[in-house]
RNA sequence: GGCGCCGUGGCCAAGUGGUAAGGCAGAGGACUGCAAAUCCUCCAUCCCCGGUUCGAAUCCGGGCGGCGCCUCCA
């Protein structure tokens, strides 16, 4: 299949127009996408991840698909919830900052999040958000206040409210009377600069500009990072379901004002997840961080597995059990995998049905993802080409190099999306020292099943199991996986 | 109150008009020194009530239940 016709049919749900429709790039050659990204105030969740990991399946698969894509996603190192942390913590902002940001980086690194193109941080960015206000004041759509902030004026925008779907009349009845100390004209125009306080001055969030020392609106952070680094024009904008009131509609609000382009052709937002079927929340006390899982030995891609196994509009409900599934879902690929590539060829093999089984898979698969990134239809895909695979071995003791050849390739041409075996892989990786001392027990091994005494075997059998190694005897010998399940499968926990 | 989503087997989850994917768990069988892995077989009529249709999990109406957003939470 070449680019050109991989590159149809791809079909997203555009919160702009509720509906699912064809994704198409204004330069189908380099696709400018925007996701917004992790606050940098705290541990990023699984929720978080959830998102990202979105991000990734759809970076992965535009790529796979023959896109050039240019993907960026920003992390926001100045707001609210920062500075009165850092505050809090007797920090300046960039202190308090960079661990969450080194550990972001390192969580979406083990979950096997690729890079994306850019990472843009907010405070990187003043001069050209300063700019920004600027234009917004000079034509109007903004007005600044005795304090130093300046309002983004949404009487002068007749289509705010438009990606959110809200009628502005009725959302002013019911504004919630929130005194914010700021003063603007009217409660629903929304800060793009806020007026230094004292507690930015001490953590060092505050920088001059033309109309008084500040710092910027949360929304604006986006604005910017996204026209300065993907374009004026984004052909995916990204984010969680909570970011499209207001954040988004701010940013299209702002974006717009100055560069009266459409800011983004498509608005793609991820659902919320829940935990043990509740939301997610601090008040439940059941906000789980990928740290948190990894240090319980549930492996990155198990994790992964479970975080991308329902599509990306669905509410997915993180459990325990789902875990132990998803769990036992990635052993089972590492074993194809295993089996695929070791299984014994020969010259003169008869044909088998793998040719049909992999052309089967790949379009299966792709159908799947088209349709708005059904993952779910998409792992059955590969699920099926396990099973048929499996069978196919099973049937056949040695098969065409040609053939094994396209299944591995079939195999890896479907993980370069969904990243199962890849980051599963990282996990069965263990140092020479013990690769040595497991292969000589299982040669003492083979020497007692030689002798049949079968308790000596079944004693190394068991020696090396405490050890997390399990051992599988085939016709070929003995093969050895250093085992995830004891890192992969949790105890049930009470 | 406004806008929106959802309710499929023990659990997770596809399917949006033609008679229920996949994963986990469970049962039986093959294979195995024992295992593991693998394979085979079995296991749901889709929250309830009406309606439309030759035909509905899938469309419409009404219930019941769960959930999200409504100013800074992905």
Redesign the pocket.
Known sequence: MNVAERSTNLCLYNTLS?RVEPFRPIDPDRVGIYG????L??P?????????LFYDLLHRYLSWKGFRVHFVMNL?DV???TIRAARAAGLSLREYTAPYLEAVMDEAELLGVRPFSAYPRATEYIEPMIELVQRLLERGLAYSTPDGSVFFDISEFPDYGRL????LD???Q???V?E?D?GKD??????VW?GAKEEDEAVGAAWDAPWGRGRP???LECSVMALSEVGETLDLHL?????????HE?EIAQSEGVTSRTFARCWV??????VD?????KSLGNILTVRDLLEEGISPATVR??LL???Y?????F?R??L??????I??LL??D??LRSHPVAQDAPGTDLPDICAQATETFQS?MD??L????A??????F??????A???APRVLQSERAEAVAVLDSLDQVLGFLEVGRRSREVDSELREWVEGRIEA?AR??AD?N??A??AI?EELANRGI?????PAG?RWTSDS?SVDTPRAQG
Not at 36 to 39: D, K
Not at 239 to 247: M, N, R, S, V, W
Not at 374 to 377: A, F, G, R, T
Not at 386 to 391: A, E, F, Q, T
């Open positions: 509720r917004c990204g992790p606050t105030y705290g990023a969740h699984i929720g978080n991840f959830r998102t990202f926001t707001d609210d919830k959110s779907g809200r009628d009725e959302a002013r019911s504004e919630r929130v914010d700021y009217d409660a629903r125009d929304f800060a806020k609106g949360w929304h984010g969680g379901e909570d970011l499209i009131f207001p954040h701010d937002h991820a659902k919320h997840l829940r079927g509740r939301k997610m929340s597995h479970q196994s329902a599509q509009r669905t509410e997915l409900n459990t059990e789902g132990e599934a998803s769990a036992k879902a052993q089972r074993a194809l295993d089996r799947a349709e708005d059904n993952v779910s239809s792992i059955a895909a590969l699920f099926g396990l099973n048929k695979v499996n069978s071995l099973d049937a091994r007692a099943r049949r079968w308790a075997a079944d059998r399990t051992l599988e005897d085939g003995t399940a």
